[in-house]
């Protein structure tokens, strides 16, 4: 089984009027890596449309403040994802106990967005950072060589939250033949100061993740391109606790237990 399911043509600002793929022929999941979801279309090319799934429903959990899991790591690489609006990975509120308060915005955290750049972002509160181009005060302090919507290798991505310091840190490494990572060569992503602060209520920080891609020439909110062979996969998705304890005690959701 796989973690994965809803799949969807309709959501947000995605809407897609007139024919497109099915959501089948471009996002697969994977029975012998129930965390894996691979963007990859069958034909070479992807066309106009709109994309999704995610694990609403099946895998929700609580990250940050009070809650065990501190840090969410998953293994993304992609190409040919120039002038095309893909999100390979994000975290969603739970929209069912999502709160939102005058003055508050979403608690959205982007792992992998692409919009004109790789980038990691949090959202309204309109924090993006390109992934690897980040001054000398960022964690970790070395930039590094931004990654690039034409394409890259497997890169782990972490979110972590910082209890003591109340902030959101992210990085990413990429992973050697042995699958661990090359330390030296990790990028910074965007750091998120007072995040507990900001979203006080457990349920402002209830979780699911979403793939998504959209491709429209209507909005082309973030580039489009009807020829675009883009593709990627998100892997070993994993939920690390404070605690050492599992995210999860049974069903399938137990594959994102660290």
Not at 165 to 186: F, M, S, Y
Not at 190 to 196: M, V
Request: a negative charge; hydrophobic letters at 30%.
């Amino acid at each position: 089984m796989s973690i994965w399911s809803n799949p969807s043509q309709s959501f947000g600002s995605c809407k897609q009027t007139g024919p497109q793929l099915p959501v089948a022929e471009l996002l697969s999941t994977s029975a012998s890596s129930p965390t894996r979801i691979a963007f990859n279309p069958q034909g070479g090319i992807i066309g106009d449309g709109c994309w999704r799934m995610d694990t609403n429903g099946t895998c929700s959990f609580e990250f940050g403040g009070d809650a065990v899991v501190n840090e969410v790591t998953a293994d993304i690489s992609l190409k040919n994802c120039t002038n095309v609006w893909a999100a390979p990975l994000w975290m969603k509120p739970n929209q069912s106990t999502y709160h939102e308060r005058a003055g508050t915005s979403k608690a959205e955290i982007d792992i992998v967005e692409l919009c004109g750049a790789v980038s990691q972002n949090y959202d309204t509160w309109g924090w993006q950072t390109q992934w690897g181009k980040l001054d000398a005060a960022k964690t970790p302090p070395v930039p590094g060589a931004p990654l690039e919507t034409s394409g890259f290798d497997a890169y782990r991505f972490h979110v972590y939250y910082d209890k003591d310091a109340d902030a959101v840190k992210t990085w990413a490494c990429p992973i050697l033949p042995d699958g661990t990572e090359d330390g030296p060569r990790c990028l910074g992503g965007g750091n998120y100061q007072g995040f507990a602060h900001d979203t006080p209520l457990p349920s402002d920080r209830t979780y699911y993740l979403v793939t998504d891609v959209g491709n429209l020439a209507v909005s082309a909110y973030c580039g489009h391109d009807a020829k675009s062979s883009c593709s990627y996969q998100v892997d070993n998705v994993k939920l690390h606790t404070n605690n050492g304890s599992q995210a999860f005690a049974s069903g399938v959701c137990t594959a994102l237990n660290a």
